[in-house]
């Protein structure tokens, strides 16, 4: 049996940083309802950097670190919903960029589960023992589907991504997965692109931005994600106490700490940054793996569960081995 190691992570957020208190000059909102609701302090917007730039930049960041070569990577995966075309795909751009000649590479669909989905591929194709080296992204410049006269969702997105790459490795890596998808709630949607065509003029009218039921996505996320750790836990046979740190998507504070209070788990077992970036879908989980990782919070054979949960509706959690 080969297990899927990580061997490195890496981010890159973009510079502009847009506060609560500048969102208040576009739309009805104050930072007091931002920050009480949603723990939500600031977000980083791009100025005109697209999903692939930031894959690209987080990629040579990976393998500059790694001193692996572009030629040696064998697979990239791109999780995200906000790709630059709808074809060529994000990994398309970042292989050439990269100039990863031998690798084959492919985009996913998953909204804020998409890391955790994307792991779970790539483990499958190192598993098989066919692939050695595979990039794996997480990236969304969420801001051009973002609704700027909604204040029901414009508080709350940032752009960024994050990327790792991953190895066989002889022991640890990743142990446990729990992946799950419920396709007939729409409480989240976004862009909604409608048929229309030689033979189909009567078409509805498309709707460029996300949509959400802010209060069913609620609801969704604190009843998924403590039954999908807990399911992690039971398939492994570990306890919390084997677990470092527990790094959930990044949506909102009360989302988890009402997980955290769920699982009878003190909230200092979750790191949390959702203060500094809003919710940053597929990239939310390697941005905060690349943050504990560059503040050595992660150290060999240290335990830890990953968690997604986001549109489609998706979730799913990991357990690794560090
Ligand atoms: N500023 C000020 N007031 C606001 C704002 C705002 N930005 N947004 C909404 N309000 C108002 C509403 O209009 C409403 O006013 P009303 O009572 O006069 O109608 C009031 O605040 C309360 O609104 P609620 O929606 O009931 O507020 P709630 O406490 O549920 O918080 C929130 C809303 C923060 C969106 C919460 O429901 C939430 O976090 N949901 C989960 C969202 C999420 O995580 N989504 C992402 C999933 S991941 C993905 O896949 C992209």
Not at 159 to 176: F, N, Q, R, S, T
Not at 238 to 254: T, W
């Amino acid at each position: 049996m080969i297990n899927t190691g990580i061997r490195a992570v890496e981010s890159y957020v973009p510079e502009r940083v847009v506060t609560n208190d500048e969102l208040s000059n576009i739309v009805d909102t104050n930072d007091e309802w931002i920050t009480s609701r949603t723990g939500i302090h600031r977000r980083h917007l791009s100025t005109g950097e697209n999903t692939s730039q930031f894959c690209i930049n987080i990629g040579k960041k990976l393998l500059d670190k790694t001193g692996v070569k572009p030629e040696d990577i064998d697979l990239i995966i791109v999780a995200t919903i906000t790709p630059d075309y709808a074809t060529p795909s994000v990994a398309c751009q970042v292989q050439k960029a990269l100039g990863c000649g031998k690798a084959f590479a492919f985009d996913i669909s998953a909204a804020c589960s998409g890391f955790v989905y994307s792991l779970s591929i790539a483990d499958k194709f190192i598993s098989s023992g066919l692939y050695k080296r595979v990039l794996v992204f997480g990236a969304e410049t969420l801001s051009k589907i973002t609704d700027w006269t909604d204040r029901n969702t414009c508080v709350l997105f940032g752009d960024g991504g994050g990327g790792a790459l991953l190895e066989p490795v002889e022991k640890g890596g990743i142990m446990a997965e729990d992946l799950h998808a419920r396709g007939d709630d729409i409480s989240l949607t976004g862009r909604h692109h409608v048929v229309e065509n030689m033979v189909c003029k009567d078409v509805e009218k498309g709707f460029p931005y996300l949509i959400m039921d802010g209060r069913a996505i609620f609801n969704f996320a604190t009843k998924v994600v403590p039954d999908s750790v807990n399911k992690i836990l039971e398939k492994s046979g570990l306890g919390f106490e084997d677990i470092k740190y527990i790094i959930p998507h990044q949506a909102n504070s009360r989302i988890i700490d009402i997980v955290a209070r769920k699982l009878k788990v003190d909230i200092s077992k979750f790191y949390i940054n959702v203060d500094e970036y809003g919710n940053t879908s597929a990239a939310s989980i390697p941005i905060a793996l690349s943050e504990m990782s560059s503040k050595a919070l992660l150290e060999k054979g240290d335990k830890i569960i990953i968690t997604g949960f986001g549109a489609g509706l998706t979730w799913g959690s990991m357990l690794i081995e560090w």
